[in-house]
């Protein structure tokens, strides 16, 4: 696995964490294990998504909630939700990655770490992103 695989799915883990406790995020990248043991270009890259979507939360859940229609995001599963929530943070913010790259690693994450559906309900709401706010090119 690559080391930003391995970056996304830590912050996965944070956002997860942040998400289900409500810890604040100095304390989850203190004790988060898995976190401290990675290599430093990997704790880099997982902490900049994971601060970066938990500073922008609202405005990606915002975006999230007027492409989801019929879906409140208290209803989406958790690991779902926050799949979309980092990967909507790298679509605005990590301008060196191509969004279909984004997309095809949220995807695999979600095949990790979702349920079977995941994958697809992940897929349409990037994908909608991507049209709805302009963030293709």
Do not use: C
């Amino acid at each position: 696995m690559g080391a930003r695989r391995k970056a996304r799915e830590l912050a996965l883990q944070m956002l997860f964490q942040y998400d289900m406790a409500g810890n604040a995020p100095d304390t989850i990248v203190a004790t988060f294990e898995d976190f401290q043991k990675s290599k430093a270009n990997t704790r880099e890259f997982a902490e900049k998504i994971f601060r970066g979507t938990v500073t922008h939360i609202q405005e990606i859940d915002d975006m999230i909630q007027a492409q989801a229609d019929n879906w409140r995001l208290s209803r989406m599963a958790i690991v779902d939700r926050n799949i979309i929530r980092m990967s909507i943070y790298e679509f605005m913010h990590e301008r060196d990655t191509p969004k279909l790259v984004i997309i095809d690693e949220a995807i695999e994450i979600a095949k990790k770490f979702g349920t079977q559906k995941s994958s697809q309900f992940i897929n349409g709401i990037l994908d909608g992103i991507l049209k709805r706010y302009n963030l293709a090119s």
